[in-house]
């Protein structure tokens, strides 16, 4: 019956994401394997379809390189720009990686496996597609994939077990305090009391407020880049829940809040669709001084975020405007305010960006000894990715892709790479799994996800962060949608995902640099 599949590479591809995509969904406790769903049913049926090797190689390269430069773009920006801050966390993310490989490698020779299954065996208990992807195109073997199946399921559950244990013992986070309010915004109505300028207030709350509009006596107008502040102005406010109460205080006295409703200016959303204004920043507009309008919050996919004048600027924002009614129609045509033109895909950021990522994995790195690797086809687009989705654009070329598209390509590279690595060793891996090599494979795996969450864990605790963020940052560590959605189930406390952000570039980083010097 399979035999209908021999030769035929995209009917046997589609019918093992269909099927993995199905398998994902199957609940084990509070596990769901997801996208990892496909490679286990490619290794399944690999060993009976005949396919074409070469094939299924460039496949490969193909779908991981699409899958890492697009996360390389969305994590741009915000891994440069919180660098400093989170650089202790990117720092032991990077100790406990180096860690595990090292153990990794210890235990695995004691045990007597390869170094090629460990540094599968290591991918897998680690959760990296993009390190499996390396291990085998540096070795051009199939053991690295059989390593990775048999180690994926048991660190996803050790991460998972792991998580919901450090989060039922809380302890002491003298370093670690809670800014939730910060993702939380209040529209207020304050009335000036006070004699406070415009620039004491921007020094003193920076980020957390805009100011909607003003009213002076009957007239309400929207204010520019440095509005004059008067007594008994009256002005409408978007600020962060944290600020809120502070920001009251130092304007004067909280008005009763009332809809707003003015017959010259109106509150509209826009979309940006205009590849002109993508990944500049809201300064650069001059929207104030061309349309007297003013970008009070922006929504990014599932962000929200207020609009300052460093904000950049992406295609598909929805951006929330005061403007005057009569200037609301020449801000539309602007913006572009059209699915249709957005949802278009920017083959330059797309093409451009990955023959940039290819050109750069051929980058040969030496080693001490005469030894050397190539980027590869992982870290070359990772790179890539992280270094223009943090320039926004260049010139008159923007490197960034709407969120939903962004996303959409992530899971089809993803699906693609998953596919075929499982259709291309699901021979070795039957011949594998149910032997001696399969137990010692899957017990190793346990001891790196243990290793990497224990060395993370007793760091945090003693550099006075909370066991929230600590959860956070084992999975970004990981980086298995599993882990992280355990843990943001298991507490609605946001330092889940600061953490989480702060460790997960890192750490994919990290995972990759460290197999070429596994397999010397």
Known sequence: MLAIFDGHIWLSIFFMIVLGTLFGMIPFGPLRFGAAGTLFVGLAFGSFIDLDDNILSSLQELGLGLFIYMQGLSAGEAFFKGFSTQLKHMLLATVAVIAAAAAALGVGSLMGLSPLAVTGVFSGATTSTASLAVAQQQSGEELPAVGYSLAYPVGV????????????????????????????????????????????????????????????????????????????????????????????????????????????????????????????????????????????????????????????????????????????????????????????????????????????????????????????????????GLVLGALHRTSRIPWQIPSPINTAFQQWGLAIFLASVGLSSGEAFVSTAFSWMGLKSMVLAAIIAVIIIGIFAVASRFMGQSETRTSGGISGLFGQPAVVNYATGASSDSRILTGYTSTIVVAQFMKIVVIPVMLL
């Open 157 to 384: 559950a050790v991460a998972i077990l792991l998580v919901a244990f450090i989060l039922r013992h809380s302890w002491p986070a003298q370093k670690d305090q809670d800014h939730s309010a910060e993702k939380i915004f209040r529209s207020r109505t304050i009335k000036v009391t006070r004699d406070i300028s415009y620039a004491e207030l921007r020094e003193k709350f920076a980020d957390h407020f805009v100011i909607a509009t003003i009213r002076r006596g009957r007239d309400i107008d929207v204010p520019g880049d440095n509005p004059e502040l008067h007594r008994g102005d009256v002005l409408r406010v978007l600020v962060t829940k944290a600020k809120a109460k502070e920001l009251t205080d130092a304007l004067g006295k909280r008005q009763p809040q009332t809809p707003f409703v003015d017959k010259r200016l109106v509150n509209e959303t826009v979309a940006i669709s205009n590849e002109d204004i993508e990944g500049r920043k809201v300064k650069e507009l001059n929207l104030f001084s061309r349309y007297g309008a003013r970008i009070v919050r922006v929504r990014r996919g599932d962000e929200e975020f207020l609009a300052t004048n460093e904000t950049h600027l992406e295609s598909g924002d929805d951006l929330e405007i005061v403007v005057k009614h009569d200037r609301l129609g020449d801000v539309r045509d602007y913006f572009g305010d059209s699915v249709t033109a957005y949802s278009q895909l920017n083959w330059v950021a797309l093409g451009g960006g990955l023959t940039i990522g290819y050109l750069i994995s051929l980058i040969v790195v030496p080693l001490p000894g005469g030894a050397s690797f190539e980027l590869g086809f992982a870290l070359g687009p990772l790179i890539t």
